[in-house]
């Protein structure tokens, strides 16, 4: 509770909203199933269903004027006299003379070919979907080592938090050393959330 009072308190200076709730409190919000040392509440967190937020955004996009390509891969800049001009995508070029790159887990490689030293650790984590099952809480739900959000059909989204698999590829070895730190700490609370579970 230390740790997430002191995490409170840093996160409250970039404007991110979050209550630590007592034991009792935390048992009025989500019920008597365990006993709970306390929580954090973040009443300002929003959660979107992501089938229909993406396609509302895409719409916005469009409505101001862009144009959407979909299944359409990025292969390279179009660079003209030293400058981007453009992307060479898989249907052919689109001219541009700016380029944002948010390509995600694969914005690094990309960016690597053109000397931009962007590190990232790709990890492969575990989610899945529920069949429609009771009310658990209304939002979404963090506790160690897992994550629930229900979903608009009252099935829920299961994330195991915490917990992920690094493959030994190449893009992971390249900046192993700059990610080693958390690495170190994730396996430290790892293995405690495993102790506090089997014992
Ligand atoms: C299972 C899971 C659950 C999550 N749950 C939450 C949550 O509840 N709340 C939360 O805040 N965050 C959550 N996250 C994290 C969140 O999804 C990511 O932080 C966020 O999506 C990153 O956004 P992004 O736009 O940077 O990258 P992405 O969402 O990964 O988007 C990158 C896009 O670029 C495309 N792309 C890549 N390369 C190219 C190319 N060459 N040409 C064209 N397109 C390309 C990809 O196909 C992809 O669509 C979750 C992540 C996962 C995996």
Redesign the pocket.
Known sequence: MARWEAWGKQAKQIGFVSHLLTGKETRERIGEQAQWVGGVWSPSDA?AE?SMAAPAIATGAKNLGASVHQN????GLDISGGRVAG?W??RGLVKANRVIC??????SR?CKQYGVELPSANIL???FKTTVAPEVIKG?LSIGGL?I?RRQDGSY?V?LSGRGQIDLAPQNIRYATKFYPMYRSKIAKTQSAHQRLFL
């Open positions: 959660r992501p359409c891969a990025v292969r992307v995508t898989e948010c390509g995600g887990a694969w914005s990309f984590g575990t989610a979404c994550c959000r989204t994330a």
